[in-house]
């Protein structure tokens, strides 16, 4: 089973324009770590932001946002006032405490920001 | 501040070469990783080496072997390359587990086999 989910495989946006990145994760364990990472097109994963599972409060950088909420296992990524430079496939992952380092990516949603 | 350094950055191979990625970071970071990504798969673990003189499988070890060679280095051998490991292959370190820190990753290498 897949431990997390981007059910958005693609989403294109007018620049300016707001748009949420959604995460669906699964995990037995109650000590657990989200992830957030950018894949521009020149290829290389740029880490953006680590939450653990007992710290639920939204964080705020810049133009970005991310909303973590247990009760419905999901960890939202936000771009507001979209730009080009936003024009990335963006991975959610997922590691446990008890496998270490494992480490579970989901399948990236490619965004697209039109000029 | 060269991170994580992979070589080379794209390969072609006939099926049945053999060929090592070389992997190198510089940060004294004691974890180090190696994934493969395919369209619409995400990044998948092949080995990871916690320490140095540790390797273990992650998702996917068929058709690799890996070594780690000191401290710095890791590399990822394919004995004889099939089509299915045409592939963008990504090492990553971290300071300890992965659970508890972000991966820092290389810039990749894309690998074809004929």
């Known amino acids: 089973a897949q431990k997390v989910t981007q059910a958005q495989t693609e989403i294109s946006v007018v620049e300016k324009e707001d748009v949420t990145l959604d995460c669906v994760y699964e995990t037995r364990d109650t000590t657990y770590y989200l992830f957030w990472y950018k894949q521009p097109p020149s290829g290389e994963l740029v880490f953006l932001i680590r939450?653990?599972?007992?710290?639920?409060q939204n964080e705020i950088s810049g133009r970005y946002s991310w909303n973590f909420q247990k009760s419905t296992s999901s960890f939202n990524f936000t771009i507001t006032a979209s730009q080009v430079v936003d024009s990335a496939v963006y991975f959610c992952?997922?590691?446990?405490?008890?496998?270490?380092?494992?480490?579970?990516f989901g399948t990236g949603t490619s965004l697209t920001v039109i000029p | 501040n060269a991170g994580v350094t992979q070589t080379p950055k794209f390969q072609v191979l006939k099926t049945g070469q053999s060929m090592t990625l070389q992997c190198a970071q510089d940060m004294n970071h004691n974890s180090m990783y190696w994934y493969r990504q395919d369209p619409g798969m995400g990044l998948r673990l092949i080995y990871y080496s916690a320490s140095e003189g540790t390797t273990d499988k992650g998702e996917v070890p068929n058709g690799y072997n890996v070594s780690r060679l000191n401290k710095r280095e890791f590399s990822l051998r394919l004995e004889s390359a099939a089509p299915s490991q045409t592939s963008v292959y990504f090492c990553?370190?971290?300071?300890?587990?992965?659970?508890?820190?972000?991966?820092?990753f290389g810039d990749g290498t894309r690998l074809s086999i004929l």
């Open positions: 990553a370190s971290t300071i300890i587990e992965a659970a508890t820190r972000p991966q820092h």
């Open positions: 992952a997922l590691s446990e405490a008890s496998t270490g380092n494992q480490f579970y």
């Open positions: 939450r653990n599972s007992f710290d639920e």
